[in-house]
């Protein structure tokens, strides 16, 4: 005698509750991709700091300084661009592991290394929005710069780079939230296979 099991594939469940479901789990992992995102904004803090702070005292170096001239003397690399990008690979190490083992813990993982490269690659994508946003609140001659009588680096809180990092890795998280959901977090494709005999 054969016994059959019905089973509520996700296509035979009323759409708007799929809907509904994939809308929550979707808000549900922006929440902790979030709360990794501002662990990670801490990590990448401090090590901006530490980055600043050692360079001045170990080297008597600005963060305002050129590191290299592009283009003729109009475009630069300053020392503050070779900051956040030290700041942004510890930080990216630190939020790809996070979410590994708990944004996305339900998903199939590939390998670390293999994870950690679609990973880095969406990063610095973001990374590449973040330092625009910083270049535009560093200089003084931009719109969108941070006013100098407000940001005039007389202490910590005042530190004109400090609040540039911050609001540059802010506006730069939504990129990265959708790039890693739908590239570097996906949910493996599932093949089927028919091979004609009756279930």
């Known amino acids: 005698m054969a016994v059959e099991v019905s089973s509520e594939t996700e296509e035979s469940r009323d759409p708007r509750k799929v809907s509904a479901v994939r809308m929550l789990n979707n808000v549900r992992q922006f929440i902790m991709f979030g709360i990794v995102g501002g662990s990670g904004t801490l990590v990448n803090l401090l090590v901006t700091y530490l980055s600043k702070k050692s360079a001045e005292w170990g080297w008597s170096l600005h963060e305002n300084d050129i590191f290299m001239n592009l283009l ?3 475009f630069n690399i300053r020392w503050y661009h070779i900051f956040a990008t030290i700041a942004f690979l510890v930080a990216n190490t ?8 708990w ?14 490269f679609p990973f880095l690659a969406t990063g610095l994508v973001a990374f590449a929005v973040s330092q625009i946003i910083l270049t535009l609140l560093m200089n003084p ?10 940001f005039d680096n007389s202490t910590g809180f005042r530190t004109k780079f400090y609040w540039a990092q911050a609001i540059s890795i802010v506006v730069a998280m939504p990129v990265n939230f959708v790039i890693n959901k739908v590239w570097t977090f996906a949910k493996p494709k599932v093949k089927v296979v028919s091979s004609g005999e009756p279930q």
């Open 103 to 116: 944004t996305f813990k339900g998903i199939t993982k590939k390998s670390w290394i293999r994870g950690f």
């Open 141 to 150: 001659t931009s719109p969108v710069g941070l006013p100098d009588d407000i």
């Open 94 to 101: 630190w939020n790809y592991q996070l979410n590994r083992s």
């Open 72 to 74: 003729g003397t109009e």
